[in-house]
């Protein structure tokens, strides 16, 4: 089974300052998905950024990037020019390429603090 | 667009009592599940459907059960509430098979307290 380890309950920012959040998962698949989502104090699940385990660019969204390393099976998002806004709870996900798209495995999430 | 909507909001059930939380997606989308949040272990897959009539278990099924008599409704039933039910319950839809990069669309969440 596939397991998403989120190593930082907790981290802070100063606004307009950068933050990278941590994410290491483990599979013996080579096709895959992996996903970060947001969660604001409102509870709804953003999908913030999505990265193909096929492809060695690295995704990017505005001021959202990720950092894959396939080999080392991390998944880390940088967030640039941190905002008030980004302030919620952030997870990690991953699909396998050979089940249906109803079944992800999470990480623990990580709690992000933006201070003004 | 209404996407994925979950009913109710806020629930408060005492020990033994039953319930459904009721799931209901305006997409078209094949692909229905359920997810409970609890803190410090992020979401974990309870029940998943496929399609119309096809249901599956996923990571904690125990004390849950689910059916997908449409294509546009999942119900979750807790027919014997236990406190360790108490979470967040995050239904969710998506339209893309296994090998595609698709988008799971989650609705607003239920927080469900057993007491």
């Known amino acids: 089974a596939q397991t998403v380890t989120q190593s930082q309950p907790e981290m802070s920012v100063q606004e307009a300052e950068t933050v990278t959040l941590s994410c290491t998962y483990d599979?013996?698949?080579?096709?895959?998905?992996l996903f970060w989502y947001k969660q604001p104090p409102s509870r709804q699940m953003i999908l913030v950024i999505r990265?193909?385990?096929?492809?060695?660019q690295n995704a990017t969204e505005n001021r959202f990037s990720v950092n894959f390393q396939k080999a080392a099976k991390s998944f880390s998002l940088k967030i640039s020019d941190s905002q008030l806004g980004d302030a919620a709870m952030y997870f990690c996900?991953?699909?396998?390429?050979?089940?249906?798209?109803?079944?992800?495995?999470f990480g623990e999430g990580t709690q992000l603090t933006v201070n003004p | 667009n209404a996407g994925v909507t979950q009913t109710p909001k806020f629930q408060v059930l005492k020990t033994g009592q039953s319930m459904t939380l009721q799931c209901a997606q305006d997409m078209n989308h094949e692909y229905m599940s359920w997810y409970r949040q609890d803190p410090g272990m992020g979401l974990r897959l309870i029940h998943y459907s496929v399609g119309a009539g096809i249901t599956d278990q996923g990571e904690v099924p125990n004390g849950y059960n689910v059916s997908r008599s449409t294509t546009e409704d999942f119900p979750l039933r807790l027919l014997s509430a236990a406190p360790s039910q108490t979470s967040v319950y995050f239904c969710a839809s998506s339209s893309g098979t296994s090998g595609s990069l698709n988008i799971q669309y989650f609705g607003a969440g239920t927080r469900l307290s057993v007491l």
């Open positions: 996900a991953y699909r396998s390429a050979r089940t249906s798209g109803s079944r992800l495995t």
């Open positions: 990265q193909e385990a096929y492809k060695q």
């Open positions: 599979t013996s698949e080579s096709d895959y998905y």
